[in-house]
Each structure stands twice: as structure tokens, then as C-alpha cells.
């Protein structure tokens, strides 16, 4: 369809998941935006294939994680970067506690196979469902689901092992949140 | 492992992966808060302005004006 000014309000409207998607994905937030960038210029030159109607933010996330699986393969270096780099993105300073923890969290999320991390996002942090989640990266809604649970034990054997009693459940969230720890 | 995913869904009973309720929301929770934290940070200008740029009607966008559509630059510089 021709790039309507609704439409393109609606890809305005989506840049700022499409960050955080890219954020999550890659660590890295430079980075992040050269996949959002190149995200849009993809879709505003392909806008004739998108089908008035259907799920615009669903079209834009399988543009950018495309581009995100092609980009990886050719250089999985700078991985390492990411922690750094991620700590810049905040706008808000978590206090000291909450920012290692959050850091923690982070490196672990980077631990995962690239497939259950993805799902796990576009799931868990995005909100797509899980039949979105399986069209974003073309494969079947069980192997979502199985992708999601597995990135959710892997995530919990490395932050939580037998120690999920040391710490309130939501003492981290609330600091990482509200920044209200003292 | 096996069951895992029934586990999950059921979520009463922490299974031997400790996959309890608490740790479940607690990765839940933690998760869209990073997530949350960039989608806050709204549209950055650079996208804004692509967009629009973009969007102008007749307006080839500047993006590639090097890359061509001069034929009588042929050879200048």
C-alpha cells in the first residue's frame, strides 16, 4: 500500500519498540539504532508489500530481526560491548544494587541461544502473542512456546540457582523501577 | 525437564528446574523493565526526521543523492 500519513504515523509509533527490540537483541544500543534505521528505510522502500490491514509493528519487528540474523552471523564479536554500552541507554541511574543486578540480568539474557532469546522477548517484553512471535521468526507456534519456556529455565538456572530466597522477590524490580532504593 | 512446559503453565508446584511462580515473574518483571526503559526514550529524532524526509511528496529522499540520477556530472569530479 502507498506510505498514507496514517501509516506512517503507525511506523513512527513503532520506532520505540522497535529500539527496544533491537536493544535487547543486540546489547549494544549504537548498534540497536543502525538496525532501526535500517529497518525503516527497508520498510518505507518495500511499503507496496505490506498488506493494508495486517500487523504493521509484526511486519517491521520480522524486518529488523532479519536484519539482525544476517548482521550477526558476520560479525558475533562485539558481544562483549554490550554491558557498557547498555548502561549508557538508561535514562534514569538505577541505584548501585539494582544496576549490578540489572547489569546481571542482562549478561545472562546475553547467555541464551539467539532463538530463545528472541522468542522470549518478542513474547515476554514486546507482547506479541505467541502466534505474532512464531510469523516474526518463521517457525511453528510450539516451537515458540518451547523456545520461551527453555529461555525462561536458562534465564532462572543462572540469575536464581537455589538461591531465589536470598532476596525479596521484587526487591530488584522495584529498585530497577522506581530507583527508590536507598 | 520433560515436563517443563506443563510445569509452566500449571505453575504451582516448583518442579526440579525451580521454575517457581515467583522466579517466573520475577524474569518477567525484570525483563520489561529493560525493555520498558528504551520504549520510554520515545522517537528519537534521527528516526522522526527519516520518516518524514521520506514522506515528502516528490522528495527524493537525500539519503542517496550522491549515488546517481546526475548525467551531466558524468566525470566532473
Known amino acids: 500500500m502507498p506510505l498514507t500519513d496514517s501509516l506512517r504515523n503507525d511506523i513512527l509509533a513503532a520506532v520505540p519498540s522497535l529500539r527496544a527490540f533491537a536493544i535487547s537483541l543486540s546489547g549494544n544500543a549504537d548498534r540497536a539504532d543502525d538496525l532501526v534505521q535500517e529497518t525503516l528505510l527497508r520498510a518505507l522502500a518495500n511499503i507496496d508489500s505490506f498488506q493494508p490491514g495486517s500487523n504493521l509493528p509484526a511486519w517491521l519487528f520480522t524486518i529488523l530481526r532479519n536484519l539482525f540474523r544476517s548482521d550477526y552471523r558476520k560479525r558475533r564479536r562485539e558481544v562483549e560491548d554490550a554491558e557498557g554500552n547498555y548502561a549508557k541507554t538508561l535514562k534514569t541511574q538505577p541505584s548501585q544494587n539494582a544496576h549490578l543486578e540489572f547489569e546481571e540480568f542482562r549478561t545472562a539474557l546475553d547467555k541464551l541461544p539467539q532463538d530463545q532469546r528472541e522468542a522470549l522477548i518478542l513474547v515476554g517484553a514486546s507482547g506479541f502473542s505467541y502466534e505474532d512471535a512464531a510469523s516474526i521468526c518463521g517457525c511453528a507456534v510450539g516451537t515458540i512456546k518451547s523456545r520461551v519456556n527453555r529461555a525462561r529455565s536458562k534465564l532462572a538456572a543462572l540469575l536464581y540457582v537455589d538461591g531465589a530466597e536470598d532476596f525479596g522477590p521484587d526487591e530488584t524490580v522495584r529498585a530497577v523501577i522506581g530507583g527508590s532504593g536507598g | ?77
Open chain 2, 1 to 77: 525437564m520433560k515436563d517443563l512446559k506443563s510445569q509452566a503453565s500449571r505453575s504451582t508446584t516448583p518442579g526440579k528446574g525451580g521454575l517457581t511462580p515467583e522466579i517466573q515473574s520475577r524474569i518477567g518483571h525484570q525483563l520489561r523493565a529493560m525493555y520498558d526503559d528504551v520504549v520510554r526514550q520515545g522517537v528519537p529524532d534521527r528516526f522522526a526526521e527519516l520518516i518524514k524526509k521520506l514522506d515528502a511528496p516528490g522528495a527524493t529522499p537525500q539519503l542517496g543523492d550522491e549515488g546517481g540520477s546526475n548525467d551531466n556530472n558524468n566525470g566532473r569530479d
